[in-house]
């Protein structure tokens, strides 16, 4: 970054997501009886977009990079700029993107879709707060700021009964973390009297009897994270919430909100509970998170196996990703020069991750929107019809299931490496083992798709409406999964190098 | 001046996108993309001459190209390598499938075969693939390519694969190439592990290495503490594995006879150019490892000649035209190992270059009388072809002189040069001495199963009506065999190593120079440095060189004018008969080609009991375990999704549970709670 520019530029992808976010409440107010779906869609993305481009120039100029000076940080240290946040920020983004553009065929005759677009971006604008965030403060400002939208987003379509309960539920679930959070909060604080990161970490070593104060707090925030990434025990929102959602939103919540959770989860137990100073406090948070990963991953994908509906079995795959991601924080030992390289490899996934799961929910907002079933067998001899879309879907879940050549086999094989070589064989074998099951399930999808014949000749009649901006999304994700696996070795770059200045 | 080595890479891909242009819009090209082929095939033919004169200009050319994977030990690369030899081979391979593809016009295309975009879709690919295999500057690259060789030989024979006979002729040929390919990439890996690099030429190259090893200025990796001269014969007898079952060498020879249920042209493609001829050019590539170790060559020249004879006795009864020329060509590639094996690695590639010729020559002749007779392959319903076909015949009849190795067409220089050379080098050496008199012995039972062959198809009188009425051929066909007519005659005076000798003409052996790198070349890939390396002294016989030459050059000469001889007066005869019978019970042996077919059968059953035990693992053990995980998955995610049960109040209580079950689990084991 230039020296010319002052530091709050820094901030500006975030600042344009929520800019865009308020010119669309504006344009919403002054003219609230225009059906204006195509120009709030068009706007979104296009301040989505803005947002994306900033960041990827910030990261190629090195912004908040140690080689420019480091990272940038404002607010008395409360915020700071670094890769990994403009890392995750470009997830963010490029999923917000994504699924606006979605949503603009989703909606085609939603009554008052404006809405929609106005939440998805404050949400996003959460996300990218979230991922700048350097107390704790912000952090459950942040972390707010993003389920608040994101309860009403889920509850969208206000006449149908399992989006409200799905809403419902999350919110009450959600409510419920956010107290466990708050209160693990003012647990460290009590034991470290600061929240900024670096300074928290600085008292970590210091506790002394107040280690278990600290302790307590320190789980109860992993709880906190557990229900942002919807990672056991704090999952159970997910599977409904996933389902009842508007297809969109539901990409958006278990791809950008994981990646957001995730993005709190690096930054707090690096920055804030350094792995050094915390088993020197008696405080273990990578046993936790082992747990965790374990007990996730393997109820993910186990769960998923036995699903009847599809959009159901991603979200039981999305709890499974979410397992295969805390790897890069169960999978870490105090002074190994292995972890920038699992840590790293679990960003990298949560990008390829943004860019398969987002596809795959937008296929499954593409068949709702076609009005067809919702089953595996609803989807048989889709192919025909449908090729291209059909294609893109085969890629995500191949991809999904960590199959070479996609991008989410490199990204899967960078984490597993990173764990084995960091001494984690079992973490590892587990992963492999649930994926093993995934191709399981994804493959039935596949199957359907392209082998099965549909139950009656005319059960794919329905088929008759070209969701241009669906398709374009659709395949735009397929593409870039794709096209992720010869760019792998910038990403996997970015990723190590983001998780290098963290340790 | 722009530089001809820039263009080697698009020697090879000329031909693949004539395979993707074929492949992708052949139905709707005229002539199912023939001309596209055509046209990509004279492309490579031109820029290979332009890159055999750059050669000629005295330069040479070892790039890497690509870097596809990079370890800490070695690194996988693609590159191109253009010296003499290769050089010399790019310009046979795309000569040789320029006229095939010329050829397949009249012969597919003419003939109104369906699928032919197919056809030439495979014709690209192989040629690409056997050119890719021929600019290949390292081991794991000429592997790689010498597979897309043997894949492309299964799609081409198996063409016509609505028949029963093509598909597991197709099968049969891709397996047995497959079981000596096994050995050849064990081959492959364990000269990655003892080299650290698979590059045929340069300093750090394995042949050099090897070379340097062996004189104690080098180390090199062996396993088990392997005596070094030791195990350099292994990995040369693991890398002869693919050769023997490519060139089709006893006894990996059984799946050409078969292959000729493929289209003829692809039958010459195969013989003369690509597939049958990329085990022999390996051998050649590496010839600088393989002459390191004695016991290897002695090897190759004893399988070469056994091949050579033993081939040649099978061909004299078969009745059918493709067949006799399918045995011409394994006893011809046994004649090629001979000469490596006998220190004669300019001879062998002598015997490659005028075989290549003459043996497409043959293969478009058999395809044009093929198409004459309507497809009618036995020989016993043709006969007096001759004036009915005379550019046909005239051209058959000079490649068949050719194979036959009659004074003064190409055959006889290059086969007499393996035999002198396998006799000077073979005075001291038994094995080679052995390899000799067989080979010798092959010369006249080839020459009279030529002659049957050409008697009985063109002489005589016409034994059926479509004998006596064949259906023309027109120019596409003529034209490839005028062209390789030709030069079935003249090829051979590229190296007249007996004329220079006796008559002390200096400078006529160009062969000799050129592989020599007189003109150009790389270091340490030159047939001097080969010589000097290999373990062979020579020895003569009735008192000096010149003798020698003379004499072995007219015992040779003459066995092959008694076994034309013998043919003429059995056959040359209005209406031949049969006289297999008086051959008593060899004959059944060799019709059923010493039954070594029953007996690749008969291993391949008795290999069944272990294939058993392995699928009992796989099934009882491996499926066993997957099987075993996709149940337990399956009981499981049912149990879990009745945790699932809809009720928040019952998930607040599971989550807030889950919470305090991790804060004792921390708690207890950072001791908090003291």
């Known amino acids: 970054m230039s020296s010319v520019a002052p530091a709050w530029s820094a901030l500006s992808p975030a600042l344009l997501l929520g800019l865009t976010g308020l010119a669309l409440l504006l344009v919403d107010t002054i003219r609230p009886n225009e059906r204006s779906n195509t120009s709030m869609a068009v706007v979104s993305a296009l301040g989505a977009l803005a947002s994306l481009s900033v960041t990827v120039w910030f990261v190629i100029a090195g912004t908040g990079h140690a080689d420019t000076g480091g990272a940038i940080t404002l607010l008395e240290g409360a915020v700071k700029v670094d890769t990994m946040s403009l890392f995750f920020t470009a997830i963010f983004a490029s999923v917000t993107a994504l699924v606006v553009v979605a949503a603009h065929d989703y909606f085609h005759d939603h009554q008052r879709p404006a809405a929609f677009y106005s939440l998805t971006l404050f949400a996003a604008t959460g996300m990218a707060l979230l991922a700048v965030a350097n107390s704790l403060a912000i952090v459950f400002v942040a972390l707010e700021m993003v389920s608040l939208p994101s309860y009403a987003l889920v509850a969208f379509l206000k006449k149908n009964r399992g989006s409200v309960e799905a809403g419902l539920k999350y919110f009450l679930i959600g409510a419920l973390s956010s107290a466990v959070f708050l209160f693990g909060i003012s647990l460290v604080y009590a034991a470290t009297g600061s929240l900024i990161f670096g300074e928290v970490a600085g008292q970590i070593e210091s506790l002394d009897t107040l280690s278990g104060v600290a302790g307590i707090g320190i789980v109860m925030i992993v709880g906190g994270v557990a229900f942002k990434t919807a990672s056991v025990p704090f999952h159970f929102w997910a599977p409904e919430a996933y389902e009842g959602a508007p297809a969109p939103v539901s990409a958006f919540l278990s791809s950008a909100s994981k990646a957001a959770g995730f993005v709190v989860a690096f930054r707090v137990f690096t920055e804030a ?96 929107r076609w009005g067809i079933g919702r089953t595996f067998e609803d989807y048989a001899g889709l192919a025909r019809r449908a090729p291209v879309a059909c294609t893109a879907m085969a890629v995500f879940m191949f991809s999904l299931a960590g199959l070479p050549p996609f991008a989410g086999f490199f990204s899967k094989y960078f984490l597993f490496m990173g764990a084995i070589e960091n001494g984690f064989l079992w973490l590892a074998g587990l992963g492999a083992v649930n994926s093993v099951v995934s191709l399981y399930y994804y493959s039935r999808v596949v199957r359907a798709m392209f082998l099965d014949d549909p139950a009656t000749p005319s059960a794919l009649d329905a088929i008759d409406v070209r969701p241009t901006a669906l398709y374009a999304a659709v395949v735009f994700a397929a593409v870039a999964t794709v096209l992720l696996l010869p760019g792998f070795g910038p990403v996997i770059e970015a990723a190590e190098a983001a998780a290098a200045a963290l340790f | 001046m722009v530089d001809a080595f820039a263009y080697v890479p698009a020697v090879v891909l000329l031909p693949f996108f004539s395979f993707l242009v074929a492949l992708g819009a052949g139905k709707y090209l005229p002539k199912g993309g023939a001309f596209g082929g055509i046209a990509a095939t004279a492309g490579s033919f031109l820029l290979s001459l332009w890159i055999a004169t750059a050669v000629a200009g005295g330069r040479a050319y070892n790039e890497t190209l690509y870097t596809w994977a990079a370890g800490d030990q070695f690194e996988l690369t693609f590159g191109a390598l253009i010296d003499p030899l290769s050089a010399l081979m790019l310009v046979i391979v795309t000569l040789v499938a320029l006229l095939v593809h010329v050829f397949s016009l009249g012969y597919m295309n003419d003939e109104g075969e369906t699928g032919l975009p197919r056809y030439y879709a495979g014709l690209g690919l192989f040629t690409a693939s056997m050119l890719g295999f021929v600019v290949a500057d390292n081991l794991l690259m000429a592997f790689m390519f010498f597979e897309l060789v043997g894949l492309c030989s299964y799609l081409l024979i198996g063409f016509h694969f609505r028949e029963p006979g093509p598909p597991s002729a197709a099968k049969k040929a891709f397996l047995v190439t497959r079981f000596g390919d ?202 007096g072809l001759k004036s009915r076909m005379p550019v046909t015949y005239y051209t058959f009849l000079a490649g068949s002189l050719a194979l036959a190795g009659i004074f003064p067409f190409a055959g006889f220089w290059s086969k007499d040069e393996i035999l002198y050379e396998a006799l000077v080098h073979g005075l001291n050496e038994p094995l080679l001495l052995g390899g000799y008199v067989m080979g010798l012995l092959a010369v006249p039972v080839t020459a009279f199963y030529t002659f049957r062959m050409v008697f009985l198809t063109f002489h005589g009188e016409p034994r059926t009506d479509l004998a006596a009425d064949p259906e023309p051929v027109r120019w596409n066909v003529k034209g490839p065999l005028t062209v390789l007519g030709s030069l079935a005659v003249v090829t051979g005076f590229i190296n007249m190593v007996p004329v220079q000798k006796v008559l002390g003409l200096e400078g006529i052996d160009y062969l000799h120079r050129w592989l020599d790198n007189e003109w150009g070349g790389i270091e340490g890939l030159s047939s001097h440095h080969y010589a000097d390396l290999g373990p062979y002294s020579s020895g003569y016989i009735a008192g000096g060189e010149v003798p020698t030459v003379l004499v072995g050059a007219a015992v040779s000469l003459g066995l092959a004018l008694a076994g034309l001889g013998l043919a003429w007066r059995l056959y040359n005869v209005t209406s031949p008969t049969e006289h297999t019978a008086k051959l008593g019970g060899i004959k059944d042996v060799l019709y059923n080609n010493y039954y070594l077919d029953e007996l690749q059968v008969w291993i391949a059953y008795r290999t069944e009991d272990i294939a058993g035990g392995a699928d009992t693992f796989d099934q009882g053990i491996i499926d066993g375990v997957v099987n075993g995980v996709s149940s337990v998955s399956l009981l499981g995610g049912s149990r879990v999704r009745r945790i699932q049960t809809g009720l928040v109040t019952q998930y607040a209580a599971m989550l807030t549970l889950g919470l305090i079950a991790l804060l004792v689990l921390l708690g207890v084991n950072g001791g908090w709670f003291l």
Do not use: C
Not at chain 1, 277 to 303: K, P, R
Not at chain 1, 325 to 337: F, H, M, P, W, Y
Not at chain 2, 264 to 289: D, E, K, N, Q, W
């Open chain 1, 273 to 368: 509970f350094p792995l050094g100073a915390s088993l020197a406090a008696d405080i273990n948070w990578v046993l936790a998170f082992g747990v965790l990963a374990a007990v996730t991953m393997t109820l993910g994908n186990f769960a998923a196996a036995v699903q009847e509906e599809v959009k159901r079995m991603l979200a039981y795959s999305s709890i499974g990703h979410a397992g295969y991601a805390l790897i890069g924080l169960a999978a870490l030992s105090a002074g190994s020069a292995g972890n920038e390289a699992v840590m790293g490899a679990a960003m990298a996934h949560l990008l390829v991750y943004g860019f398969m799961n987002t596809g795959a929910f937008l296929f499954v907002a593409m068949a709702e």
């Open chain 2, 182 to 383: 096994y050995f050849f990439l064990v081959g492959v890996v364990a000269v990655f592990a003892t080299f650290g690099t698979a590059a045929f030429a340069g300093e750090g190259s394995f042949p050099a290495l090897a070379e340097a090893a062996l004189a104690g200025s080098g180390d090199v990796w062996t396993p088990g503490g392997l005596e070094l001269q030791t195990w350099l014969t292994v990995v040369g007898l693991l890398v002869l594995g693919g050769v023997v079952g490519k060139s089709a060498q006893f006894p990996l020879h059984t799946w050409l006879p078969d292959a000729m249920e493929g289209p003829t042209p692809v039958s010459a493609l195969i013989h003369a150019a690509t597939m049958v001829a990329a085990g022999v050019y390996l051998v050649a590539r590496m010839y600088g490892f393989y002459a390191l170790t004695p016991t290897t060559l002695a090897v190759i020249a004893f399988i070469g000649g056994f091949t050579a004879l033993f081939a040649a006795t099978m061909g004299v009864v078969k009745d059918e035209l493709k067949q006799v020329l399918a045995y011409s060509t394994i006893s011809q590639y046994g004649y090629m190992m001979l000469a490596l094996g006998a220190g004669g690695y300019v001879a062998a590639v002598f015997h490659l270059t005028t075989h290549a010729f003459f043996k497409a020559l043959l293969f478009l002749g058999a395809g044009s009388v093929i198409i004459a007779m309507h497809h009618n392959e036995d020989m016993w319903d043709m006969g």
